[in-house]
């Protein structure tokens, strides 16, 4: 079977300005000297198949050339060399709210956006209805757009082109519009066109979206691809990639270093990935560089998609002392938790610092990271691994109407 989507020896570069001139003087001066430019390679001969029906993610750094393929495979962008071949009608959402005016009302702009998106006449007004109930912003039909949130209009932009009819979808990040329950209905509609056979290209940051709806992954790294192959294979390997030189310092007084850190299971095995509930252990090994009294370790899990924390403890909070490290000594430090965590990517910041509290010895973003599968949680940042269970009684109505019966017995009214 032909592929949907065939990209072979693709090549982008852009020019960018050394020299910005915005004001007319600077115009004026800068046509005596010629603007220096720096060319930028952002595609450098990448080569992507997408079989047709299928769910391919597209994960990456920022900067890798993810969003810049997808215009191309869009015609939105001309390629510097190399082919594209497309072959099937495309919807591609790259840009919510391109097409959309601020002065139109909300149902003007759903049929402006619509006829972008190839809307067809017959049914209209019908797919034009359905965007804005998917929206949940029916009341605002008549409003004009500039009244809305730019949630809301987040919303809408995403609910009208979900309305086009296209047998292939180009996705760019619009998976993370809304709160939480918008965000439901986005994956319970995306189920849909995978039950379908719509064929996707995603390019998405939520490595548990790309492990849930996915049958292939990419992974790609300074405009070439690193990696293909199942999601799960690929984002092990994405995992090394965003780790690997990521190890941020903070000032501090450099007494004690945190020279590694890994995570290990229940075996001794280190890992990159783990089920949720599993029990893991962060190993992290230090070296004083000076005599260090009673230092105190803290280990902080940061979610890697919201860069919220979601756990922290140190030594001092669990009543634990290192004890005095001396200048030249090692020390290896184990924590063992429960991954009691929703599916992600989570990393982990490791800080010495002293007793107070305010005195850093050192602080290191992104020591060490791992990835969580098989929980049943959607949101939120924890699974409770909770469990229901149940028993049947009788319904409040039946034991009063019991009451009643009994009462008229005792007094021998009917």
Known sequence: MTPAIEVRGVHKAFRIPHELRTTLTERLLGALRPTRYERFEVLRGVDLEVPRGSFVGLIGNNGSGKSTLLKIIAGLLVPDAGDVR????????????LGFHPELTVRENVELYGAVLGYPRHGLDARVDAAIEFAEIARFRDAKLKNLSTGMQMRLAFATALQASTEIMLLDEILAVGDASFQRKCLDVFAALKTQGT??????????????????AVLLQAGQVMAAGTPDQVIAGYMEVA???????HPGDGSVRVRDAWLEDGDGSKLTQAHSGDHLTLVLRLEALSDVHEPVLGVLLRDAHTEGYVYAVNTQNLETT??????????????????????????VDAVVA?????????WVNEVSGFEITGSVCRDGSVDLQGAFAWRRIASPQAATSSRLAGRAARTGTS
């Open 86 to 97: 497309v072959g099937g009608s495309v919807s591609a959402l790259l840009e919510l709210g």
């Open 199 to 216: 064929t996707v290209l995603l390019v998405s940051h939520n490595l548990d979206h790309v492990r849930r709806f996915c049958d292939h």
């Open 243 to 249: 780790l690997a030189g990521k190890r941020v310092a």
């Open 322 to 347: 290192i004890g005095t490290l001396h200048a030249g000594e090692a020390l290896e430090a184990r924590l063992e938790f429960v991954a009691a965590l929703r599916n992600g990517r989570y990393t």
């Open 354 to 362: 002293d007793r107070s509290g305010t005195v850093f010895h050192d």
